[in-house]
């Protein structure tokens, strides 16, 4: 499989890029996440990829890609968000194999913070078997055990996800009520965030809270990407040079504003959630980005091959 993507996905001028969107990696596997590869898949899919790829920092890969000097297969590995599991678990994977990464983190939830989407897994993770009552604030009611508790962290996600944040963030603190204790360890501390960077990790940045930038002001939008920027530079002493648009679905979750936007506050280069692969003449400020769901090594390889000619949704 190396050799016959090393064919097809030749470097220099025909180079094309490939850029990897990870989130989490547990220690074990976690049936209400079960997209997120555990500890020991990760070591595994890391070392395949080692073995066929030419795997490169982000940063080094756009110089690269610019300068049509990509080598075959060429291939960045990205993480959003900032959960702890990324400095604890993740980035000692990556270091023993020699390999680096880009994490981009949402700078409002370091230290101690938590995710909205988090609260709902957490709240429904704990509460007892029975039913979720969430009729008072118009999300129905939700039987709850073993069974139907990954269907239920979907609804709940889904019916919420696009609201206003006001309205989402008040809806969330409804939902953590019918929970006892919630984690508040979940997301990484500014010192995991500089141990990353000294380690030869590229930080970028997330925003702050990360909202869905169509769904705020533009104002509003601006703040949150320089908020999170310069609380990041703050952290590593060093410029932050990489964004990711929360959610990033161009046209739904970003606009061409925020590319704007992005671009003036001094980033060289974004990335989406939109998949593809990127080119020479590929905007830098919306570079597509895979999210490698498949749980064996062949059907992860062969998505990514698809992916590199455009054929993955």
Partial sequence: MGALMRLISPGGAFARHQILIF????????????GEPHQGEFASLMGALKRRFSV??????????????????????????????????????LSDLGLSATFFIAT???DGGRMWND????????HHAGMLDLRPIGLGEHTVN??????????VITAIKHRPAVERAELVAA?????????DDLMMTGAQVRALAAAGMTIGGHTVNHPILTRISDEEARQEIKGGKQTLEDLIEAPVDLFAYPNGKP????GPAHVTMVRELGFGAAVSTSPGVSRGDTDRYQ??????????????LLRLLMNRFGLTG
């Fill in 23 to 34: 989130h989490r990696v547990p220690l074990s596997r976690d049936s209400l996440m079960p």
């Fill in 175 to 183: 939902i953590a009520q019918h929970a006892g204790d919630l984690p």
């Fill in 287 to 300: 570079l597509p980005r895979f999210t490698p769901w498949d749980r064996s090594h062949g059907r992860f």
């Fill in 119 to 126: 609260t709902v897994i957490e709240t429904v993770r704990r």
């Fill in 146 to 155: 073993d069974a139907t508790r990954r269907q239920v962290v979907e609804t």
């Fill in 251 to 254: 046209g739904q979750d970003y």
């Fill in 56 to 93: 490169l920092p982000l940063p080094e890969a756009l110089d690269r890609l610019a300068a049509n000097e990509l080598p075959p297969a060429s291939l960045s590995i990205t993480f959003d968000d900032g959960y702890a599991d990324n400095a604890t678990v993740a980035a000692p994977i």
């Fill in 108 to 110: 409002g939830f370091l």
